[in-house]
């Protein structure tokens, strides 16, 4: 559907993209993750058109749309601050690019109360000033004026940054509704790992104008392809070398130890459920403790050097600080770079 090839991106001597190559899928839902300043907003203006790349071509359906022009594109954007105008009501902002493209008032009445009612505005809302609405309608306005255009693809810049926590989580689960109620292929960017996780089917990791990884979520944060990956999505434990040395004891798998080595938070175990694999047995004994309702996060003192764990809460297993037990690990879930 989507092909990014070869493609540079630079400012002056500043190279903000280098050798991007990466496909998606019709219909897929891909998010480029990545920290500020990584390029994943960049990439997404230049498949716009708002940025021409330095060098290589983008294909969209295996045409080059590299030097077409924005508006012929067919590609809908959803931005960080909405971009809505605050002088006209809901209807008319949904109605301004079907105005634009000389549709009859029939035509544009049918199309706006349609894409409404799937996004879940009704006609009430459809005649409030926008800014008498809230964050999350405002949001599900700006995708009903992307949509109603009938975009072969539709991209959103951040579209969740500026809700507060609870309303983000309520409107990942809308966004995914929507993108699969229409079939859409959606480009998605965040630097949020967690909304990356719950919302795509593939993600591409950015770094320095570099895409560390692409892969489904599993894939992304079982098995990161690098040590910037792997620290950068979810909890994890840095492995000291002491620990590694007592690790190197009962795996059959020895682990360099000059290199860095991590197993993620909830990979750390005080009890184990499957005997007949070949765990590694570590004594440690508790010195801190962080209580977040659902889990609780311990850290462990083993030799001097902290480890990590999440418990889910059963109200069966709590410990105390200064309490000594075992924790084990399986050498499969240690990666090392």
Known sequence: ????????????????????????????????????????????????????????????????ITNVPVEKREISMVFQNYALFPTMNVYENIAFGLRVKKMTKKQIDDEVRDIADKVDLNDEQLMKKVSELSGGQQQRVAIARALVLKPSILVMDEPLSNLDASLRVQLRKELKRIQKAFGITTIYVTHDQEEALTLSDRIAVFNKGIVEQAGTPYDIYNYSATEFVCNFIGDINKLAQPVLEKINLQS????????????????????????????????????????????????????????????????????SIGDELDLYLHSSDIMQF
């Open 1 to 64: 559907m989507i092909e990014f090839k070869n493609i540079e991106i630079n400012y002056g001597n500043f190279a903000a993209i280098r050798n991007l190559n990466l496909e998606v899928k019709e219909g897929e839902f891909f998010t480029l993750l990545g920290p500020s300043g990584c390029g994943k907003t960049t990439t997404l203006r230049s498949l716009v058109g708002f940025v021409t790349p330095t060098s290589g071509s983008i294909f969209v359906k295996g045409a080059d």
């Open 252 to 319: 059959a798998k020895p682990f360099d130890l000059k290199k860095a080595a991590y197993v993620r938070t909830e990979r750390v175990h005080t009890a184990l459920k499957d005997t007949g694999k070949d765990f590694i047995q570590l004594k440690a004994k508790v010195v801190d403790i962080e209580y977040f309702g659902l889990y609780t996060k311990y850290a462990f003192d083993i030799d001097g050097a902290v480890i990590k764990n999440i418990e889910k809460e059963d109200g069966m297993t709590i410990y």
